[in-house]
């Protein structure tokens, strides 16, 4: 759900938005974004997220790109080429031909204080975690909001609803975690659900999709162009490794309008 903040004035609030995502009651949606005038004179816009249980958090891929068509079916902008301010730093968004955007989603975070991860004090691809009584492999970083990534046989058998919530409030993530449940299908492919802050399991998450590729690629099993399939559709994936900017390409569909 996007909300206009350009040419109206609404006060956005954690019950406001914990209503509009609600989906029995509600419009129903994972995130709530807002639109905003920059602070810096080099953005075009101010990108606020704010999850179904009302937090604010730093970024979210998938509402970068409905964010990117949205002001431009607006007429917000005629730019193919956006620059948004977000929590999380400044981000570039691309608009491409058939409804696709490529956003660019800034170098990955790898460093544990920094994602913030206090059970590590060296970066690492992979790092042993005890939960509820037992030892678990994930690779841990930052895409402006903190990741753990789990690598599984099949994503479908996965244990999201258990172990996703377990890591998501582990004490070891002081800011919480996004926890991602990964299957390689091959070095370019791969399976992914993901269990969000603030939101649950969701159809679909672009942050946690770049974040499971470059956990991917830095236990050297992917190569720098990755599919990504989650249950609510594809992803394109590149990062070309440290230093590097991670991009994310896919689409953004326009639902309905309300007021």
């Known amino acids: 759900v996007v909300i206009d903040l350009l040419t109206q004035q609404v006060h956005v609030n954690e019950r406001l938005v914990r209503r509009l995502s609600d989906r029995r009651f509600g ?27 009302g937090g604010e958090v730093e970024q979210c891929g998938n509402g970068a790109r409905c964010f990117a068509r949205f002001v431009r079916a607006r007429k917000f902008t005629a730019k193919e080429l956006i620059r948004v301010e977000t929590l999380a730093g400044t981000i570039d968004l691309e608009c491409l031909a058939g409804g696709r955007v490529r956003v660019d989603m800034g170098a990955p975070i790898l460093a544990p204080e920094r994602v913030p991860f206090s059970a590590a004090q060296a970066p690492a691809s992979v790092y042993t975690l005890g939960v509820a009584g037992r030892e678990c492999e994930l690779g841990v970083l930052s895409m402006g909001n903190p990741h753990a990534v789990l690598l599984v046989d099949d994503v479908t058998a996965a244990p999201v609803a258990t172990l996703g919530p377990q890591l998501q409030r582990h004490d070891a993530f002081p800011q919480q975690v996004n926890v991602g449940f990964m299957q390689v299908v091959d070095r370019n492919r791969i399976r992914l659900r993901v269990f969000e802050r603030g939101a649950g399991e969701t159809l679909a998450c672009g942050t946690g999709a770049c974040a499971a590729v470059v956990s991917g690629i830095l236990r050297g099993l992917l190569d720098a162009d990755v599919k990504v399939s989650l249950p609510g559709g594809e992803l394109e994936i590149n990062w070309s490794g440290a230093g590097h900017s991670v991009l994310m390409t896919g689409p953004a569909t326009f639902v309905f309008e309300g007021q």
Do not use: K, M, T
């Open 27 to 53: 419009v129903g949606c994972d995130q709530v974004l807002v639109v905003e005038p920059p602070q810096s004179p080099e953005a075009d816009f101010r990108y606020r997220i704010f999850n179904a249980d």
